[in-house]
């Protein structure tokens, strides 16, 4: 049973790091290692959590999905829709054959698989502005189906934790052409029609649904601590990204994360 506390750090810990590029599913495993380990229905929790960021990104791009909408239905024009799908295409099929696997095997949530993902993207995530790229985009309305499948197969990296679906698709962005505010919009766009389908997978278990109704209350504590911190956080990277353009800053602290994780797996 999650205890109140846990419920709180949980919920604070998705809402931080599911849009600040650092790797929620990496945190959450540092989180929980904390509070006292993996239980057997902790992967459940996570799943259910979901929920709150979920619904921070509907609040913050209301607007924009009613353009998107309007676009579709009214203007005939379902370029950046259509972009959509092709990116969560990937993920889609790749979290079909693979998510069981990562659940169930060790080395997923081995503490030095997941440091090394947080180190790698984070070093992405610095030498981004030397890399070469594709040619400039002016914005996620402008990509074309060929990037957009790209950023969909970098999607798929997020499986493993410790990478971050945000970091991976906001890098693959900026080496299409996008800048980094722009690259931040259409992954967090993207990031909708994933997390609702692991709301709805999650919800056609018998077993899951069952988990919901023992464990509501806090649940929904840590859905309304996720929602509320989550909307922070969007507002505060979208912010950051228009002012800086840049991901070094979250590359310094994913590295530096990663060798503190690295030095006390190995001294423990």
């Given at each position: 049973?999650?205890?109140?506390?846990?419920?709180?750090?949980?919920?604070?810990?998705?809402?931080?790091?599911?849009?600040?590029?650092?790797?929620?599913?990496?945190?959450?495993?540092?989180?929980?290692?904390?509070?006292?380990?993996?239980?057997?229905?902790?992967?459940?929790?996570?799943?259910?959590?979901?929920?709150?960021?979920?619904?921070?990104?509907?609040?913050?791009?209301?607007?924009?999905?009613?353009?998107?909408?309007?676009?579709?239905?009214?203007?005939?024009?379902?370029?950046?829709?259509?972009?959509?799908?092709?990116?969560?295409?990937?993920?889609?099929?790749?979290?079909?054959?693979?998510?069981?696997?990562?659940?169930?095997?060790?080395?997923?949530?081995?503490?030095?698989?997941?440091?090394?993902?947080?180190?790698?993207?984070?070093?992405?995530?610095?030498?981004?502005?030397?890399?070469?790229?594709?040619?400039?985009?002016?914005?996620?309305?402008?990509?074309?189906?060929?990037?957009?499948?790209?950023?969909?197969l970098a999607q798929c990296v997020a499986l493993i934790p410790g990478t971050s679906r945000s970091g991976s698709t906001i890098v693959a962005g900026r080496l299409t052409g996008l800048d980094s505010k722009s690259a931040a919009d259409y992954?967090?766009?993207?990031?909708?029609?994933?997390?609702?389908?692991?709301?709805?997978?999650?919800?056609?278990?018998?077993?899951?649904?069952?988990?919901?109704?023992?464990?509501?209350?806090?649940?929904?504590?840590?859905?309304?601590?996720?929602?509320?911190?989550?909307?922070?956080?969007?507002?505060?990277?979208?912010?950051?990204?228009?002012?800086?353009?840049?991901?070094?800053?979250?590359?310094?602290?994913?590295?530096?994360?990663?060798?503190?994780?690295?030095?006390?797996?190995?001294?423990?």
């Open positions: 049973m999650i205890e109140w506390y846990q419920s709180v750090t949980l919920g604070l810990t998705q809402g931080l790091t599911e849009f600040i590029p650092v790797s929620s599913s990496g945190h959450l495993e540092v989180v929980q290692q904390v509070l006292g380990g993996r239980t057997p229905d902790f992967h459940l929790f996570l799943e259910f959590i979901n929920l709150g960021t979920l619904l921070a990104l509907l609040i913050f791009y209301r607007k924009r999905i009613q353009q998107i909408l309007v676009d579709i239905f009214k203007n005939h024009n379902v370029k950046l829709a259509l972009n959509v799908i092709i990116t969560t295409i990937p993920a889609v099929i790749a979290g079909i054959l693979l998510s069981d696997l990562i659940e169930s095997n060790w080395f997923f949530s081995n503490m030095v698989v997941i440091a090394c993902a947080m180190m790698l993207i984070g070093i992405a995530m610095l030498a981004i502005d030397r890399l070469p790229k594709m040619s400039k985009v002016k914005d996620e309305n402008h990509l074309t189906k060929p990037r957009a499948l790209l950023i969909g992954s967090f766009l993207c990031s909708i029609p994933i997390m609702f389908g692991v709301m709805v997978k999650s919800l056609i278990s018998s077993s899951s649904r069952e988990y919901i109704a023992a464990n509501l209350p806090m649940l929904a504590l840590a859905n309304v601590v996720a929602f509320g911190i989550g909307l922070a956080a969007i507002y505060f990277v979208m912010y950051y990204l228009r002012k800086k353009n840049s991901l070094r800053a979250f590359g310094i602290y994913r590295i530096v994360l990663a060798l503190i994780i690295i030095v006390f797996e190995l001294i423990k």
